[in-house]
């Protein structure tokens, strides 16, 4: 079965340095995610992406964040100054549509900001 | 409570036995989706239940879905020991389709 796959599954990284977490999405979706889940809470929606540019995006995604879809296979999630508080699980999702079918996570990026 | 709260929080159960998880919402939702979290794992879809239905099934799961009380169930009959894992309720709105993710039940069934 078609799989959402995430790289790395660990990053490490010092607080201020940019990060960038990869997601390659299941091949014929069209609609995009990024969610996290801090250590022991919800999981919460970060962003959306549809047609080359961001549908939806929740408080959490500030200036700090962006995302890009560089070519045709991957999804991109960009944080360029890490704080302490970004230390999360990070994932992507990736939808046939926006109308209710599924959205298909990875396994995630665990990012620790020290 | 905040939307998509699950109880319980924990849940201990024997091997075969079945396993009965709630979500409750607050807002009016497009569709209730239910997914399994492993530790340390991605979250991986079980169900999916659109507003206008009331139950489902899939294999050992059923969910129901109750818009007047803003609630739903999930069941897992003959519990298994892999069965062990935390499972969400998500739900999506009209208009958006972010998902918005209960607190979670951890579930641990003994062999």
């Known amino acids: 079965e078609p799989e959402v796959t995430q790289t790395p599954s660990h990053q490490v990284t010092q607080m201020g340095q940019e990060v960038i977490l990869r997601c390659v999405p299941i091949?014929?979706?069209?609609?995009f995610y990024w969610y996290r889940q801090i250590l022991g809470q919800k999981v919460e929606f970060l962003v959306s992406?549809?047609?080359?540019?961001?549908?939806?995006k929740s408080e959490i995604f500030d200036d700090q964040f962006s995302v890009e879809r560089p070519d045709g296979s991957n999804f991109t999630l960009k944080i360029r100054s890490t704080k302490l508080e970004d230390s999360a699980m990070y994932f992507c999702?990736?939808?046939?549509?926006?109308?209710?079918?599924?959205?298909?996570f990875g396994d995630g990026t665990r990012l620790s900001i020290l | 409570s905040q939307q998509g709260e699950e109880d319980p929080q924990a849940l201990s159960i024997q091997e075969g036995e079945n396993a009965t998880m709630n979500c409750s919402y607050k807002?009016?939702?497009?569709?209730l989706q239910w997914y399994r979290q492993n530790s340390g794992r991605g979250l991986v879809h079980l169900i999916l239940?659109?507003?206008?239905?009331r139950e489902k099934h899939s294999g050992r799961l059923r969910v129901t879905l109750d818009t007047s009380k803003k609630s739903s169930s999930l069941l897992i009959t003959a519990s298994r020991a892999a069965d062990t894992a935390s499972y969400f309720c998500?739900?999506?709105?009209?208009?958006?389709?972010?998902?918005?993710f209960g607190t979670g039940t951890r579930l641990q069934v003994f062999p």
């Open positions: 807002t009016s939702i497009n569709n």
């Open positions: 992406f549809y047609n080359n540019e961001i549908s939806e």
């Open positions: 999702a990736s939808s046939e549509t926006d109308w209710g079918p599924p959205q298909h």
């Open positions: 091949s014929n979706h069209l609609y």
């Open positions: 239940i659109r507003s206008n239905e």
């Open positions: 998500a739900t999506d709105s009209l208009n958006t389709d972010k998902l918005i």
